[in-house]
């Protein structure tokens, strides 16, 4: 066959193909499918009607695509017309003048009934109501204060129920975040301060203050409040634009009339969502409004935040500051949301910090005397003042129903300041006065994709990192018990669902891999992806493999994700095995040992040419062997702070990046049977729980080692592996053991071997570590004994002691030394290391950054101390079978 003949058929029967398609496309099942989802939104009372044959839908399935689509817009376009009395629905047939409508003056449409009729007669949306309407009672009051202030609508309140169903904590896929869900660019041009301090976004009165400053200054541009809550949601540009092609398709010499928010949804002009969004808010004061009407009274608002507030240094810790208001520290944070650590921002002088407003007294009070246990600087800058109270701005006078606009509104209060959005011409009105390409950070807040996403957001969930399924996890009761996704649903309303008072059904199946690795799967056929998620929590408890809800990011936490089709699922989980096999390996127990090699080099060194200082090395080097968890451990490395940093860090890793603390989570069109299969193969090379995980148990048996030098006397050391930081309980217990065995006021030891003439000198001493610490005995023989005469008296004061433990006394005299000491610690975080504190407290700020509160919490178990922990302890520790002796002799 010619070339030119095979090319020409090949062309012909890619045509064909092309045909095919296209034909596929058009045919009356592929429309109806792609159109099922708008069919179902149209009418959401279908979800309480029987599935009934409808007599026009072999008709429909007839039409071609074409017709099809006409009459979909014509829908459309009809959802956006004035609403019917027929709308609302009503068994006795009422109108809609009896009902109490908002004072926001957008018109009410057909569409705004059909989210009135969700919310006031499906099971699920009247869940969704309920909820959102009960949080609501806390921040309105607030709220409504701030838009009488400014001369707004006091319904717009309702705008945070459809942004964040009143959760201060919300954050949106697109960034978004607090009540009112502002995007990092609106909120710095309204003054909210964003840092690794705090987020004035999630502020509960700064950021309602910036929500009615940008509300009221769209509402000065637009003059309308559907296109201004429209910009609120979709961004000026967007809203410009759409009006921009509306302008740009009216005929030459037609009236320049307004463009309003219905013209612009009914020629989809507008996101799906902005074109919900509106809507939404009008339809959900409606029934705050009518709540009575609807059946919904049961349904009771939370008691009003009354806050208070006082002004605290610098640095303040929130858990100081709930102790003086007698108050948890859950509590505290729910009043100041915007704080994103355990403590007000270090910079900036006096921090002001809201609590409940009956406390105020008690925590000005209580205050100055929680404050001692915390240093801070005395600010230089003069406290931050309070707003300056704004006078009462007049009511809106009322228009007509028939109004698109509210009018002019009252000169603007000074707290909203002048309006901050550049100045433009509406199209279809006039010139324009500025170009969309000149507004700047002004963009919209919805996400770049929003599959399955509504107007409204909810917290940003690392297990479902494209925002997919989100809403599917929390389906309303009625479409559940209809056989209907929720999630499907949610996203034609254009809802994102709140927490329900009920905790959902969890949506996870999960197993656990020989080596610890934590799967979760979530099997999904919708899903047009397979999204793979790798997660390593540095917090206890708060692993992504159990049961708690994830939550956003915490320190230290290590998550990565990447999305595959579903073909490819064994290459996204090879390619997820060796991410987190690189980040396992980075504290590989090799890696770590060479670390503390590294770090504690100048130490061992010192101790090398040092008198007896070989001694001390072969020591650690007996208890932390070749292949041991804290293999390279120097004991007395971390008296340098350098040393004692790269210390903290290294066991802070090892704690973090550990198989145990690691999970997978698989979303998306699979089965747990095909990912079981595939992980226990693609995940069969990471190590097994590595022995950093493990706890850190004593000397498996008593070693004696000898070392000789040019000395003048014989020396020995008697170490045993002592409880670390991390046990608080133990290691306090151990810290009053030593100081009670070899204080320089008479401690133990001393009595019984220096003062009888045995020991020209002894000490008891305790090497602190995170994971375990050393305690050490060193004893000098007197002259004329040697060790061999010294050691069984050694041997019988320590088995004394091990065994009836110290008295109370010895016990309360080494609590009150130990604290003295821990508080010069707790006072050098903040400044110079104190030059009489404890050599412990060297490292104190680097410890205080990596753990923090470690110190506060030593002196609560001292204060808790007994005789029976001690006892405890010291037989768990001070066993002749699990020491290393060593003895520097003479050359």
Same mark, same amino acid.
């Given at each position: 066959?010619?070339?030119?003949?095979?090319?020409?058929?090949?062309?012909?029967?890619? /045509?064909?193909?092309?045909?095919?398609?296209?034909?596929?496309?058009?045919?009356?099942?592929?429309?109806?499918?792609?159109?099922?989802?708008?069919?179902?939104?149209?009418?959401? #009372?279908?979800?309480?009607?029987?599935?009934?044959?409808?007599?026009?839908?072999?008709?429909? +399935?007839?039409?071609?695509?074409?017709?099809?689509?006409?009459?979909?817009?014509? !829908?459309? !376009?009809?959802?956006?017309?004035?609403?019917?009395?027929?709308?609302?629905?009503?068994?006795?047939?009422?109108?809609?003048?009896?009902?109490?409508?908002?004072?926001?003056?957008?018109?009410?449409?057909?569409?705004?009934?059909?989210?009135?009729?969700? &919310?006031?007669?499906?099971?699920?949306?009247?869940?969704?109501?309920?909820?959102?309407?009960?949080?609501?009672?806390?921040?309105?009051?607030?709220?409504?204060?701030?838009? $009488?202030?400014?001369?707004?609508?006091?319904?717009?309140?309702?705008?945070?129920?459809?942004?964040?169903?009143?959760?201060?904590?919300?954050?949106?896929?697109?960034?978004?975040?607090?009540?009112?869900?502002?995007?990092?660019?609106?909120?710095?041009?309204?003054?909210?301060?964003?840092?690794?301090?705090?987020?004035?976004?999630?502020?509960?009165?700064?950021?309602?203050?910036?929500?009615?400053?940008? /509300?009221?200054?769209?509402?000065?541009?637009?003059?309308?409040?559907?296109?201004?809550?429209?910009?609120?949601?979709?961004?000026?540009? #967007? %809203?410009?634009?759409?009006?921009?092609?509306?302008?740009?398709?009216?005929?030459?010499?037609?009236?320049?009339?307004?463009?309003?928010?219905?013209?612009?949804?009914?020629?989809? /002009?507008?996101?799906?969502?902005?074109?919900?969004?509106?809507?939404?808010?009008?339809?959900?004061?409606?029934?705050?409004?009518?709540?009575?009407?609807?059946?919904?009274?049961?349904?009771?608002?939370?008691?009003?935040?009354?806050?208070?507030?006082?002004?605290?240094?610098?640095?303040?810790?929130?858990?100081?500051?709930?102790?003086?208001?007698?108050?948890? #520290?859950?509590?505290?944070?729910?009043?100041?949301?915007?704080? =994103?650590?355990?403590?007000?921002?270090?910079?900036?002088?006096?921090?002001?910090?809201?609590?409940?407003?009956?406390?105020?007294?008690?925590?000005?009070?209580?205050?100055?005397?929680?404050?001692?246990?915390?240093?801070?600087?005395?600010?230089? !800058?003069?406290?931050?003042?309070?707003?300056?109270?704004?006078? $009462?701005?007049?009511?809106?006078?009322?228009?007509?129903?028939?109004?698109?606009?509210? *009018?002019? =509104?009252?000169?603007?209060?000074?707290?909203?300041?002048?309006?901050?959005?550049?100045?433009?011409? =509406?199209?279809?009105?006039?010139?324009?006065?500025?170009?969309?390409?000149?507004?700047?950070?002004?963009?919209?807040?919805?996400?770049?994709?929003?599959?399955?996403?509504?107007?409204?957001?909810?917290?940003?969930?690392?297990?479902?990192?494209?925002?997919? &399924?989100?809403?599917?996890?929390? +389906?309303?009761?009625?479409?559940?018990?209809?056989?209907?996704?929720?999630?499907?649903?949610?996203?034609?309303?254009?809802?994102?669902?709140?927490?329900?008072?009920?905790?959902?059904?969890?949506?996870?199946?999960?197993?656990?891999?020989?080596?610890?690795?934590?799967?979760?799967?979530?099997?999904?056929?919708?899903?047009?992806?397979?999204?793979?998620?790798?997660?390593?929590?540095?917090?206890?408890?708060?692993?992504?493999?159990?049961?708690?809800?994830?939550?956003?990011?915490?320190?230290?936490?290590?998550?990565?994700?990447?999305?595959?089709?579903?073909?490819?699922?064994?290459?996204?989980?090879?390619?997820?095995?060796?991410?987190?096999? =690189?980040?396992?390996?980075?504290?590989?127990?090799?890696?770590?040992?060479?670390?503390?090699?590294?770090?504690?080099?100048?130490?061992?060194? !010192? /101790?090398?040419?040092?008198?007896?200082?070989?001694?001390?090395?072969?020591?650690?080097?007996?208890?932390?062997?070749?292949?041991?968890?804290?293999?390279?451990?120097?004991?007395?490395?971390?008296?340098?702070?350098?040393?004692?940093?790269?210390?903290?860090?290294? @066991?802070?890793?090892?704690?973090?990046?550990?198989?145990?603390?690691?999970?997978?989570?698989?979303?998306?069109?699979?089965?747990?049977?095909?990912?079981?299969?595939?992980?226990?193969?693609?995940?069969?090379?990471?190590?097994?729980?590595?022995?950093?995980?493990?706890?850190?148990?004593?000397?498996?048996?008593?070693?004696?080692?000898?070392?000789?030098?040019?000395?003048?006397?014989?020396?020995?050391?008697?170490?045993?592996?002592?409880?670390?930081?991390?046990?608080?309980?133990?290691?306090?217990?151990?810290?009053?053991?030593?100081?009670?065995?070899?204080?320089?006021?008479? *401690?133990?030891?001393?009595?019984?071997?220096?003062?009888?003439?045995?020991?020209?000198?002894?000490?008891?001493?305790?090497?602190?570590?995170?994971?375990?610490?050393?305690?050490? %005995?060193?004893?000098?023989?007197?002259?004329?004994?040697?060790?061999?005469?010294?050691?069984?008296?050694?041997?019988?004061?320590?088995?004394?002691?091990?065994?009836?433990?110290?008295?109370?006394?010895?016990?309360?005299?080494?609590?009150?030394?130990?604290?003295?000491?821990?508080?010069?610690?707790?006072?050098?975080?903040?400044?110079?290391?104190? @030059?009489?504190?404890?050599?412990?407290?060297?490292?104190?700020?680097?410890?205080?950054?990596?753990?923090?509160?470690?110190?506060?919490?030593?002196?609560?178990?001292?204060?808790?101390?007994?005789?029976?922990?001690?006892?405890?302890?010291?037989?768990?520790?001070?066993?002749?079978?699990? +020491?290393?002796?060593?003895?520097?002799?003479?050359?």
């Amino acid at each position: 066959m010619k070339p030119r003949v095979r090319r020409a058929l090949l062309l012909s029967g890619a /045509l064909l193909g092309v045909a095919g398609v296209l034909g596929a496309l058009a045919s009356p099942s592929m429309r109806a499918s792609l159109s099922a989802g708008y069919r179902a939104f149209r009418d959401p #009372t279908l979800l309480d009607k029987p599935v009934t044959e409808d007599p026009v839908a072999p008709a429909l +399935r007839r039409m071609p695509g074409e017709e099809e689509s006409r009459l979909l817009d014509a !829908a459309i !376009a009809k959802d956006f017309e004035k609403a019917q009395d027929s709308d609302l629905d009503d068994p006795e047939g009422a109108a809609l003048a009896t009902l109490a409508m908002p004072d926001l003056k957008i018109p009410v449409t057909r569409r705004t009934m059909r989210f009135v009729r969700f &919310f006031a007669k499906t099971d699920g949306g009247r869940a969704i109501f309920g909820d959102r309407y009960q949080r609501s009672g806390r921040y309105r009051p607030m709220i409504e204060h701030s838009l $009488r202030e400014s001369g707004l609508p006091e319904d717009l309140v309702w705008l945070a129920a459809v942004e964040s169903g009143f959760d201060p904590r919300a954050v949106s896929p697109a960034g978004a975040a607090g009540l009112f869900q502002f995007m990092p660019e609106t909120g710095a041009l309204y003054g909210l301060d964003q840092s690794q301090w705090v987020d004035e976004r999630r502020s509960l009165r700064r950021s309602t203050v910036a929500a009615v400053a940008h /509300l009221r200054d769209l509402y000065e541009r637009f003059g309308r409040w559907d296109l201004a809550l429209a910009a609120y949601n979709a961004g000026i540009e #967007t %809203v410009l634009r759409g009006m921009a092609r509306v302008a740009e398709t009216r005929p030459p010499g037609a009236p320049q009339t307004p463009v309003g928010f219905a013209e612009l949804a009914q020629q989809k /002009l507008l996101p799906e969502e902005t074109a919900n969004y509106v809507p939404q808010i009008v339809a959900f004061a409606i029934v705050a409004n009518n709540r009575a009407r609807f059946g919904l009274d049961g349904f009771h608002a939370d008691p009003s935040l009354e806050m208070g507030e006082i002004a605290v240094p610098e640095g303040t810790r929130l858990r100081t500051i709930a102790r003086s208001a007698g108050i948890p #520290t859950r509590l505290l944070r729910e009043y100041n949301p915007e704080l =994103l650590r355990d403590r007000t921002p270090p910079f900036g002088g006096d921090y002001i910090i809201h609590l409940p407003a009956e406390r105020v007294q008690q925590t000005l009070a209580a205050f100055p005397a929680y404050l001692e246990h915390e240093r801070v600087d005395d600010p230089s !800058a003069d406290p931050v003042a309070e707003h300056a109270s704004a006078m $009462r701005a007049p009511t809106i006078p009322g228009v007509d129903e028939g109004d698109d606009d509210d *009018g002019p =509104l009252p000169p603007r209060p000074s707290p909203i300041g002048k309006n901050r959005l550049p100045e433009f011409g =509406l199209p279809g009105q006039g010139p324009p006065a500025l170009s969309m390409a000149s507004l700047g950070p002004m963009g919209a807040k919805l996400p770049f994709v929003s599959i399955g996403g509504g107007v409204g957001w909810q917290p940003n969930r690392p297990d479902d990192p494209l925002a997919v &399924f989100a809403a599917e996890e929390r +389906r309303a009761p009625s479409a559940s018990a209809k056989g209907l996704g929720g999630a499907a649903l949610e996203k034609q309303l254009g809802f994102i669902p709140a927490a329900r008072l009920e905790p959902p059904p969890d949506p996870f199946q999960r197993f656990v891999l020989p080596n610890g690795v934590a799967v979760r799967v979530r099997e999904d056929a919708s899903a047009p992806r397979v999204a793979i998620t790798i997660r390593i929590a540095p917090d206890e408890g708060k692993i992504a493999g159990t049961s708690e809800p994830a939550g956003e990011a915490g320190a230290g936490e290590t998550r990565h994700t990447i999305t595959v089709g579903k073909r490819d699922l064994d290459l996204g989980l090879e390619l997820t095995a060796g991410r987190l096999r =690189l980040l396992l390996g980075e504290t590989s127990g090799a890696q770590l040992a060479s670390l503390r090699r590294f770090s504690a080099l100048p130490r061992r060194r !010192a /101790l090398e040419s040092q008198a007896y200082g070989p001694a001390w090395l072969a020591l650690g080097d007996a208890l932390f062997p070749t292949g041991h968890a804290l293999e390279g451990y120097v004991l007395g490395a971390r008296e340098d702070a350098a040393v004692a940093r790269d210390l903290l860090l290294a @066991e802070s890793m090892a704690a973090e990046r550990n198989p145990t603390r690691a999970s997978v989570t698989v979303i998306g069109d699979v089965t747990r049977a095909r990912i079981e299969d595939l992980a226990k193969r693609v995940f069969a090379t990471l190590p097994t729980a590595a022995p950093d995980a493990l706890p850190i148990g004593p000397h498996p048996r008593e070693e004696r080692l000898t070392v000789e030098q040019n000395v003048p006397a014989t020396r020995a050391l008697y170490g045993w592996i002592a409880p670390g930081e991390q046990d608080v309980k133990e290691h306090a217990a151990m810290r009053v053991a030593m100081w009670i065995l070899s204080s320089s006021k008479g *401690g133990r030891l001393d009595r019984a071997l220096v003062e009888k003439g045995y020991a020209s000198e002894v000490r008891a001493m305790l090497d602190a570590g995170s994971r375990a610490s050393v305690a050490v %005995v060193e004893v000098v023989p007197a002259v004329p004994h040697d060790l061999t005469a010294v050691e069984p008296r050694l041997d019988a004061e320590i088995d004394a002691f091990v065994q009836a433990g110290p008295t109370s006394v010895e016990i309360a005299y080494a609590v009150a030394h130990l604290k003295a000491g821990l508080k010069k610690e707790i006072a050098s975080q903040r400044g110079p290391v104190v @030059e009489n504190a404890p050599k412990f407290a060297n490292s104190a700020r680097i410890r205080e950054a990596l753990a923090p509160g470690a110190a506060e919490a030593l002196i609560e178990e001292l204060d808790k101390m007994s005789v029976q922990t001690m006892r405890t302890t010291l037989r768990k520790t001070l066993a002749r079978g699990h +020491r290393v002796v060593v003895t520097t002799a003479p050359k």
